[in-house]
Protein backbone atom coordinates (compact mmCIF):
# COMPACT_ATOMS: atom_id res chain seq x y z
CA UNK A 1 0.00 0.00 0.00
CA UNK A 2 3.14 2.37 0.37
CA UNK A 3 4.55 1.62 -3.22
CA UNK A 4 4.22 4.60 -5.96
CA UNK A 5 4.06 2.61 -9.08
CA UNK A 6 5.93 4.55 -11.86
CA UNK A 7 6.18 3.93 -16.01
CA UNK A 8 8.39 3.41 -18.13
CA UNK A 9 11.38 3.09 -17.11
CA UNK A 10 12.74 4.45 -20.10
CA UNK A 11 11.76 6.95 -22.64
CA UNK A 12 12.85 8.04 -25.60
CA UNK A 13 11.35 11.59 -26.97
CA UNK A 14 12.25 13.65 -30.14
CA UNK A 15 12.97 17.35 -29.49
CA UNK A 16 9.62 19.05 -29.71
CA UNK A 17 7.42 16.00 -28.68
CA UNK A 18 5.49 15.20 -26.02
CA UNK A 19 6.92 13.15 -22.92
CA UNK A 20 4.45 11.60 -20.63
CA UNK A 21 5.44 9.89 -17.11
CA UNK A 22 2.73 7.84 -15.56
CA UNK A 23 2.38 6.93 -11.68
CA UNK A 24 -0.16 5.51 -9.45
CA UNK A 25 -0.57 4.60 -5.80
CA UNK A 26 -2.68 2.23 -3.63
CA UNK A 27 -3.03 4.60 -0.28
CA UNK A 28 -5.80 7.10 -0.45
CA UNK A 29 -4.08 8.97 2.37
CA UNK A 30 -1.52 10.46 0.25
CA UNK A 31 -2.06 13.60 0.34
CA UNK A 32 0.81 15.12 -1.83
CA UNK A 33 2.29 14.02 -4.82
CA UNK A 34 5.52 15.97 -6.27
CA UNK A 35 7.56 15.14 -9.16
CA UNK A 36 11.40 15.57 -9.31
CA UNK A 37 14.12 15.66 -11.81
CA UNK A 38 17.10 14.52 -11.42
CA UNK A 39 20.54 14.61 -13.52
CA UNK A 40 23.70 12.57 -12.85
CA UNK A 41 25.81 13.58 -10.28
CA UNK A 42 23.23 15.75 -8.73
CA UNK A 43 20.29 15.56 -6.03
CA UNK A 44 16.79 15.40 -7.16
CA UNK A 45 15.22 18.84 -7.78
CA UNK A 46 11.48 19.46 -7.18
CA UNK A 47 10.25 20.28 -10.58
CA UNK A 48 6.29 20.55 -9.86
CA UNK A 49 3.82 19.03 -7.29
CA UNK A 50 0.16 18.49 -6.88
CA UNK A 51 -2.30 18.31 -4.00
CA UNK A 52 -5.75 15.74 -4.82
CA UNK A 53 -7.80 18.71 -4.48
CA UNK A 54 -7.20 20.02 -8.26
CA UNK A 55 -7.07 17.46 -11.66
CA UNK A 56 -4.16 19.64 -13.01
CA UNK A 57 -1.36 22.11 -12.52
CA UNK A 58 0.88 23.43 -14.96
CA UNK A 59 4.09 25.10 -14.73
CA UNK A 60 5.63 26.41 -17.75
CA UNK A 61 6.32 23.03 -20.04
CA UNK A 62 5.35 21.13 -17.40
CA UNK A 63 2.12 19.88 -16.23
CA UNK A 64 0.56 17.17 -13.88
CA UNK A 65 -2.55 15.59 -14.43
CA UNK A 66 -4.31 13.77 -11.61
CA UNK A 67 -6.98 11.27 -11.80
CA UNK A 68 -8.38 10.80 -8.06
CA UNK A 69 -10.73 7.97 -8.56
CA UNK A 70 -7.78 5.72 -10.22
CA UNK A 71 -5.43 6.57 -8.45
CA UNK A 72 -3.10 7.57 -11.10
CA UNK A 73 -0.89 11.14 -11.65
CA UNK A 74 0.89 11.91 -14.58
CA UNK A 75 4.17 13.88 -15.46
CA UNK A 76 3.37 15.93 -18.83
CA UNK A 77 6.51 17.83 -20.58
CA UNK A 78 5.73 19.85 -23.59
CA UNK A 79 7.56 20.58 -26.33
CA UNK A 80 10.67 18.42 -24.91
CA UNK A 81 14.36 19.54 -25.23
CA UNK A 82 17.67 17.85 -24.99
CA UNK A 83 18.19 19.71 -21.93
CA UNK A 84 15.50 17.80 -20.43
CA UNK A 85 17.31 14.89 -20.65
CA UNK A 86 17.10 13.15 -17.27
CA UNK A 87 15.53 10.34 -14.75
CA UNK A 88 12.23 11.55 -13.25
CA UNK A 89 10.89 10.61 -10.13
CA UNK A 90 6.81 10.82 -8.99
CA UNK A 91 6.62 10.48 -5.11
CA UNK A 92 3.79 10.69 -2.53
CA UNK A 93 3.51 11.81 0.85
CA UNK A 94 0.69 11.72 3.84
CA UNK A 95 0.37 13.96 7.00
CA UNK A 96 1.71 11.72 9.68
CA UNK A 97 0.11 14.11 11.91
CA UNK A 98 2.25 16.63 11.60
CA UNK A 99 5.27 14.64 10.95
CA UNK A 100 5.02 14.49 7.30
CA UNK A 101 7.12 13.99 4.47
CA UNK A 102 8.41 10.99 4.64
CA UNK A 103 8.01 10.81 0.49
CA UNK A 104 7.33 7.15 -1.14
CA UNK A 105 9.08 7.25 -4.33
CA UNK A 106 8.77 5.70 -7.98
CA UNK A 107 11.39 3.75 -9.53
CA UNK A 108 12.55 6.69 -11.74
CA UNK A 109 11.71 7.13 -15.04
CA UNK A 110 15.29 7.91 -17.69
CA UNK A 111 14.12 10.38 -20.33
CA UNK A 112 16.26 10.99 -23.24
CA UNK A 113 15.42 13.90 -25.76
CA UNK A 114 17.00 13.51 -28.94
CA UNK A 115 17.81 16.15 -31.32
CA UNK B 1 19.60 32.37 -0.59
CA UNK B 2 22.24 29.13 -0.33
CA UNK B 3 21.00 25.72 -1.25
CA UNK B 4 21.24 22.82 0.55
CA UNK B 5 24.89 21.46 1.38
CA UNK B 6 26.19 18.31 2.24
CA UNK B 7 29.65 17.30 2.79
CA UNK B 8 31.47 15.50 2.44
CA UNK B 9 30.70 15.04 -1.68
CA UNK B 10 32.34 11.80 -1.49
CA UNK B 11 33.95 9.31 0.78
CA UNK B 12 35.58 5.48 0.82
CA UNK B 13 35.18 3.38 3.77
CA UNK B 14 36.24 -0.02 5.00
CA UNK B 15 33.86 -2.52 6.17
CA UNK B 16 33.29 -2.26 9.74
CA UNK B 17 34.00 1.02 9.57
CA UNK B 18 31.73 3.99 11.08
CA UNK B 19 30.71 7.58 8.63
CA UNK B 20 29.29 10.21 10.21
CA UNK B 21 27.55 12.77 6.78
CA UNK B 22 27.07 16.23 7.68
CA UNK B 23 24.13 18.44 6.32
CA UNK B 24 23.07 22.21 6.57
CA UNK B 25 19.81 22.65 5.35
CA UNK B 26 18.53 25.86 3.53
CA UNK B 27 18.16 29.20 6.13
CA UNK B 28 15.16 29.29 8.12
CA UNK B 29 14.35 25.56 7.47
CA UNK B 30 14.08 23.88 10.44
CA UNK B 31 13.69 20.29 9.25
CA UNK B 32 15.53 18.37 7.42
CA UNK B 33 14.71 14.55 5.93
CA UNK B 34 17.49 11.89 4.63
CA UNK B 35 17.26 9.50 2.08
CA UNK B 36 19.60 6.80 0.65
CA UNK B 37 19.58 6.28 -2.97
CA UNK B 38 20.86 3.12 -4.37
CA UNK B 39 20.27 1.76 -7.96
CA UNK B 40 18.61 -1.75 -6.70
CA UNK B 41 16.16 -0.06 -3.79
CA UNK B 42 15.68 3.42 -5.32
CA UNK B 43 15.07 6.47 -3.30
CA UNK B 44 14.16 5.75 0.23
CA UNK B 45 13.37 7.28 3.56
CA UNK B 46 15.38 7.12 6.63
CA UNK B 47 14.81 9.69 8.99
CA UNK B 48 13.05 13.11 9.91
CA UNK B 49 14.17 15.84 12.19
CA UNK B 50 12.42 19.39 13.37
CA UNK B 51 13.99 20.92 15.78
CA UNK B 52 16.18 18.43 16.76
CA UNK B 53 13.83 15.65 17.43
CA UNK B 54 13.35 12.96 15.46
CA UNK B 55 9.71 13.04 13.98
CA UNK B 56 9.98 9.94 11.65
CA UNK B 57 12.01 7.10 11.03
CA UNK B 58 12.05 4.75 7.91
CA UNK B 59 12.62 0.80 8.22
CA UNK B 60 16.41 1.01 7.95
CA UNK B 61 18.49 -1.01 11.11
CA UNK B 62 19.47 0.42 14.21
CA UNK B 63 23.28 0.83 12.60
CA UNK B 64 21.72 4.25 11.13
CA UNK B 65 21.01 6.94 13.08
CA UNK B 66 21.05 10.56 13.09
CA UNK B 67 20.62 14.08 14.50
CA UNK B 68 19.98 17.82 14.46
CA UNK B 69 21.09 20.41 16.15
CA UNK B 70 20.19 23.84 17.29
CA UNK B 71 21.46 25.67 14.38
CA UNK B 72 19.33 23.30 12.62
CA UNK B 73 22.32 21.66 10.79
CA UNK B 74 21.50 17.55 11.02
CA UNK B 75 24.02 14.56 10.93
CA UNK B 76 23.62 10.88 10.03
CA UNK B 77 25.81 7.77 11.44
CA UNK B 78 26.13 4.90 9.88
CA UNK B 79 28.26 2.34 12.38
CA UNK B 80 29.46 -1.00 11.39
CA UNK B 81 29.38 -0.18 7.53
CA UNK B 82 28.84 -2.76 5.26
CA UNK B 83 29.21 -3.20 1.42
CA UNK B 84 25.40 -2.97 0.97
CA UNK B 85 25.45 0.62 2.65
CA UNK B 86 27.17 2.06 -0.63
CA UNK B 87 25.10 4.30 -1.82
CA UNK B 88 24.32 8.21 -2.68
CA UNK B 89 22.70 9.40 0.75
CA UNK B 90 20.79 12.60 0.10
CA UNK B 91 19.53 15.30 2.46
CA UNK B 92 16.63 17.34 2.42
CA UNK B 93 15.55 20.94 3.21
CA UNK B 94 11.88 20.68 4.10
CA UNK B 95 9.65 24.03 3.27
CA UNK B 96 6.28 24.53 2.75
CA UNK B 97 2.46 24.45 4.97
CA UNK B 98 3.51 20.68 6.87
CA UNK B 99 6.91 20.75 5.60
CA UNK B 100 5.90 18.70 1.96
CA UNK B 101 8.34 20.67 0.21
CA UNK B 102 12.18 19.04 -0.18
CA UNK B 103 14.76 20.60 -1.36
CA UNK B 104 17.52 18.43 -1.48
CA UNK B 105 21.46 18.90 -1.42
CA UNK B 106 23.71 16.75 -4.02
CA UNK B 107 24.11 14.38 -1.38
CA UNK B 108 27.03 11.98 -0.18
CA UNK B 109 28.35 9.05 -2.76
CA UNK B 110 29.61 6.80 -0.04
CA UNK B 111 31.78 3.45 -1.32
CA UNK B 112 32.03 0.80 1.49
CA UNK B 113 35.29 -1.25 0.33
Known amino acids: QQQVKQSPQSLIVQKGGISIINCAYENTAFDYFPWYQQFPGKGPALLIAIRPDVSEKKEGRFTISFNKSAKQFSLHIMDSQPGDSATYFC??????????????FGTGTLLAVQP | KAGVTQTPRYLIKTRGQQVTLSCSPISGHRSVSWYQQTPGQGLQFLFE???????NKGNFPGRFSGRQFSNSRSEMNVSTLELGDSALYLCASLAGTQNTEAFFGQGTRLTVV
Open chain 2, 49 to 55: YFSETQR
Open chain 1, 91 to 104: AASMNYGGATNKLI
